[in-house]
T-cell receptor
Framework: NAGVTQTPKFRILKIGQSMTLQCTQDMNHNYMYWYRQDPGMGLKLIYYSVGAGITDKGEVPNGYNVSRSTTEDFPLRLELAAPSQTSVYFC??????????????FGPGTRLTVT | GENVEQHPSTLSVQEGDSAVIKCTYSDSASNYFPWYKQELGKRPQLIIDIRSNVGEKKDQRIAVTLNKTAKHFSLHITETQPEDSAVYFCAASIPSGGSYIPTFGRGTSLIVHP
């Protein structure tokens, strides 16, 4: 299994541009999450999904959108990029099987700079 | 919402010493407390976790303790080794609609000197 994969690894955007960060998992996990990590800070939850067709806002959703049309994919869309969105973005997934399996598996991250 | 405080922000120890990192949380509904290790430039990886119905959990050199009444939990690493050097994050998770919403601490940079 490849686990959780993210593309691109790095990206530089100009202010006002848009882009989509891709996230795919091949573990058939129901739950998927998007986080951002600013320097010296912990992870902040942007959006999450409990299954295909269902998404919900996390702590810092403004300026982002998500969709979940399949179990495997959970893309994050940035519209009108701003310097405040400069960050490292991590996607994560977890199983959600009964028995209380809570471990989240993280992707390698996307380093985004908005100038 | 949930608020997680993590201390210290930096911890420097000699190889072989023990290291303790402490976190406090504010919402009594939190019931799952994972700890993640993140090496420089890498993704976070779960190292140990604890549910609210358990007071302590141990895995080789790593242990986590939870005090629900005081709303704090701690990570203990014994016999530290240079490869333990990394940033460690705690999180407190609130169940929500079949999932759970984690709130992370700001991280502790652990430096183990050989």
């Amino acid at each position: 299994n490849a686990g959780v994969t993210q593309t691109p690894k790095f990206r530089i955007l100009k202010i006002g541009q848009s882009m989509t960060l891709q996230c795919t998992q091949d573990m058939n996990h129901n739950y998927m999450y998007w986080y951002r990590q600013d320097p010296g800070m912990g992870l902040k939850l942007i959006y999450y999904s409990v299954g295909a067709g269902i998404t919900d806002k996390g702590e810092v959703p403004n300026g982002y959108n998500v969709s979940r049309s399949t179990t495997e994919d959970f893309p994050l869309r940035l519209e009108l990029a701003a310097p405040s969105q400069t960050s490292v973005y991590f996607c994560a997934s977890r199983s959600g099987r009964s028995g209380g399996i809570y471990e989240q598996y993280f992707g390698p991250g996307t380093r985004l700079t908005v100038t | 919402g949930e608020n997680v405080e993590q201390h210290p922000s930096t911890l420097s120890v000699q190889e072989g010493d023990s290291a303790v990192i402490k976190c406090t949380y504010s919402d009594s509904a939190s019931n799952y407390f994972p700890w993640y290790k993140q090496e420089l430039g890498k993704r976070p990886q779960l190292i140990i976790d604890i549910r609210s119905n358990v007071g302590e959990k141990k895995d080789q050199r790593i242990a986590v303790t939870l005090n629900k009444t005081a709303k704090h939990f701690s990570l203990h690493i014994t016999e530290t080794q240079p490869e333990d050097s990394a940033v460690y994050f705690c999180a407190a998770s609130i169940p929500s609609g079949g999932s759970y919403i984690p709130t992370f601490g700001r991280g502790t940079s652990l430096i183990v000197h050989p």
